[in-house]
């Protein structure tokens, strides 16, 4: 087997945008994602779901998936759904386990473009049945076409928070009540930025509508929430809450969304050694790229949400700019045809791109949640609360793989996935450091969980034909 | 905890929950057919045996981690349904038999 001209990671907007793109310059293209079907979270099921009323109701933004989708399929690029990556070895030789079985796929350039997941925020009892984020709430809704059986509870901030309730409301859903985290005068620190935000006037206007939706529907609103403490045994049973001015309320609820935005999802960019770097204005880490979308390792190219958030139509054209990069590196087009053809996608990424600061500064989370109080469980799997990792700050000035070797924290399936950020903002916090200067767990593989048997099965690449 | 919004219709199919036959749809996750149920939790945690239910529906999170077809610790989020799946709640780790 010849290596593949590009390893490409993820099927959602970045990832079937670049692999049309790459086609097109004549690169043969593999597309590995662990989903089912393409499309990403974005467009999750859009093959199945466009033609039917669901995908009326989940509206135009996900409707834009099935041209997607489409071009996607007669690029000519293989594609293996339900495949997972669990290490890449420079070279590059891909591991990846489909059905149970691992092999080993070697590439000549990789482009990473795993997308965003929301960004963890604990909070007592956040671990309960019961309690899924709102990113799960919307999922559910587009692969089962299910929604909450009861009048639900949601809480937190950002703009899927407002489009799944505006979705919710259309399919017929309840919403028992909305605890908006908010924070107040994030409006007044975002209006700087609505010069730049005007030029991206129809995303706007959306967001806009989506409030005055709300708005219309009744939905009780709390605002300025501050701390949230949910309350059960096996089951979430009730939800208490505070305010900023101090209000107290604890209602009965069996079921709760939380949402407080997104982040690039990193980890296999770490795992490569690819540079990042911390962007406070979106409070993660961003993998440092070049113009194409190259990152400090030559020929691991990074596009999507998983570059830096941005959205799903930033998403694509970003992905189309890094596939003329990869076929420039690659001696398929020269750099003038490269410059030329990318003009029109970054122009339009420079549109795109004009909301993000107006959206970061309205939607940036509150402070508390990145430092949870000492009960809340913090590392999911491993059940380490922040307390644990306080007493361990206590010890000397522990960075977050001392934490990890001594209590476990990062060390369970998710891989830090759900912790990694929270356990260095408290060692942060804890030992007056900068987020920068504690850094983030060292990513190893496997960066999902591979059984001896999956490894058994491997076999090494046939030579060379 | 949650119920769906349209009639399977065709694409109806059954799964075994823990040995029980319950209704599925063609194309939906496990995760989503154990959250239409009167339980919803899909593990037992290893360490302090507590319940968790499917949290992300993406793949990051590993709670709904759950014993499919005889394998243990399947991520149901990213496994779609088939006919006569049978599907296990997992106690604790997964065993070595699975």
């Known amino acids: 087997m010849k290596p593949v001209d590009l390893l490409i990671v993820g099927s959602g907007p970045a990832g079937m945008a670049a692999a049309v793109t790459a086609r097109r310059t004549g690169l043969d293209v593999l597309v590995v994602d662990e989903q089912p079907a393409p499309g990403g979270q974005i467009w999750r099921d859009i093959e199945t779901v466009a033609g039917t009323e669901r995908g009326t109701l989940l509206g135009a933004a996900y409707l834009d998936g099935r041209r997607a989708a489409e071009a996607f399929r007669a690029s000519g690029a293989a594609y293996e759904p339900g495949a997972q990556l669990w290490q890449i070895e420079p070279g590059f030789r891909g591991f990846v386990t489909k059905a149970g079985e691992a092999r080993i796929i070697e590439a000549r350039t990789i482009l990473l473009a795993t997308g965003a997941q929301e960004r963890p925020a604990p909070f007592p009892g956040w671990t309960l049945p019961g309690i899924l984020t709102v990113g799960a709430g919307q999922i559910l809704l587009k692969n089962a076409g299910q929604v909450p059986a009861k009048p639900v509870w949601l809480a937190g901030s950002g703009p899927l928070m407002l489009l799944y309730m505006t979705q919710l409301l259309k399919a017929g859903g309840e919403i028992a009540g909305y605890l908006d985290t908010t924070p107040p005068g994030r409006l007044s620190s975002a209006l700087r930025y609505l010069p730049g935000a005007l030029r991206a006037v129809g995303d706007l206007f959306k967001g806009i509508a989506w409030s005055l939706t709300l708005r219309a529907s009744g939905v009780r609103r709390i605002r300025h929430v501050t701390d949230i403490e949910a309350v059960g045994t096996e089951h979430l049973e009730a939800i208490r809450f505070r305010t900023a001015s101090g209000t107290e309320e604890t209602v009965q609820a069996d079921a709760l969304l939380v949402h407080e935005g997104v982040i690039p999802s990193v980890h296999v960019a770490l795992a490569l050694g690819s540079a990042v770097t911390w962007r406070d204005d979106q409070d993660c880490y961003v993998p440092i790229l070049d113009a194409w979308g190259e990152s400090s390792q030559p020929n691991v190219f990074i596009a999507g949400d998983g570059a830096g958030i941005a959205g799903a139509k930033a998403a694509a054209l970003r992905g189309e700019i890094a596939a003329l990069g990869i076929a420039t590196k690659l001696g398929q087009i020269t750099p003038e045809a490269a410059a030329e053809a990318s003009k029109p996608a970054r122009a339009k990424l420079e549109r795109e791109l004009a909301l993000r600061p107006f959206l970061d500064a309205l939607f940036r989370p509150r402070e508390a949640i990145f430092i949870p109080d000492d009960e809340t469980v913090v590392c999911r799997c491993e059940e380490i609360t922040a307390r644990e990792i306080r007493a361990m700050a206590r010890l000397g000035r522990p960075g977050p793989n001392q934490v990890k070797a001594f209590t476990r924290a990062g060390m369970g399936p998710c891989q830090g996935r759900q912790c990694g950020y929270t356990v260095t903002r408290i060692l942060a916090a804890a030992e007056g450091r900068s987020v920068e200067e504690v850094g983030f767990y060292r990513i190893r593989p496997p960066l999902k969980p591979v059984t001896l048997g999956e490894l058994a099965s491997l076999r090494e690449p046939e030579a060379t034909s | ?98």
Do not use: N
């Open chain 2, 1 to 98: 905890m949650f119920r769906k919004l349209h009639d399977p219709g065709q694409a109806a199919l059954r799964v075994y929950i823990d040995g029980v036959a319950v209704p599925a749809e063609a194309g939906e996750s496990v995760a989503a057919v154990l959250l239409r149920q009167e339980a919803v939790w899909s593990r037992l945690t290893p360490v302090k045996g507590s319940k968790r239910a499917p949290y992300c529906l993406m793949g990051v999170c590993f709670d709904c981690l759950a014993e499919v077809d005889g394998v243990g610790s399947v991520q149901t989020c990213l496994t779609t349904v088939q006919d006569g799946m049978r599907i296990a709640r997992q106690r604790g780790k997964r065993s070595l038999g699975a």
